[in-house]
């Protein structure tokens, strides 16, 4: 509601919320399904039923928001995370529905990234004190590919500014990720940036 003449305050967010996980009718089919998809209220049931529930009646009356498309970019356990759009004048169409699929898509891609470094980070704080970083011998080109994806490059880009293919890119990765007990490429720049120099090899 940012922008409207009178913001809810943080009571009353905390009140739409409540209210939502009562009779919202995405809320409603998210937690029956899973589903995390942009849907229209329409989508899930008709203006006339939306109109006698509570968090219309004591929420989005208020100001007007006869329409809603709401989406769920990210949920967990721990994490919910909800973008909605608002209309007073008329629904959503389906163009406008499907357009945003992808950038729901992007926008989890997002939060799941910044939540693996978020937890790469706390293991590294969370390491033992004093332990000696654990060590293993890279290849020089291993040690190339990493500079590169450290400093953002892309697979691809890595592989043009080496002169070799985007799979043999892979394949020096996958060699890093045995040799460090890595999961992912954020994992093992992280390793990578806490290892001692001078531990390549030819």
Known sequence: MAGEPHSLSEGE?????????????????LVATGDPRPY???????????RRTRVYQEVFARYEMRHLL???PRITAESLVLIGLTRRLHDFSD????????????????????AQVTAIQARIAAGPPGAPPRRATLTERETQVLALI???????????????????IRKHL?????????????AAVAWWLRQ??????R
Do not use: C
């Open 150 to 168: 450290a400093t953002g490059h892309t697979n691809d880009q890595a592989a043009r500014e080496l002169g070799i293919s985007p799979r043999t």
């Open 40 to 50: 229209r209220t329409s989508d899930l049931m008709t203006f006339n039923r939306f």
């Open 95 to 114: 163009r406008e529905t499907q357009a945003l699929h992808p950038l729901r898509d992007l926008i989890a891609t997002a939060l799941d990234y910044r």
């Open 174 to 186: 996958e060699g890093v990720f045995t040799k460090a007990k890595v999961p992912s490429r954020a």
């Open 70 to 72: 709401v989406m769920a």
């Open 13 to 29: 967010i905390d009140q739409w919320m409540a209210l939502s996980a009562a009779d919202d009718p995405y809320i409603g089919n």
């Open 196 to 201: 001692p120099r001078g531990h390549t090899r």
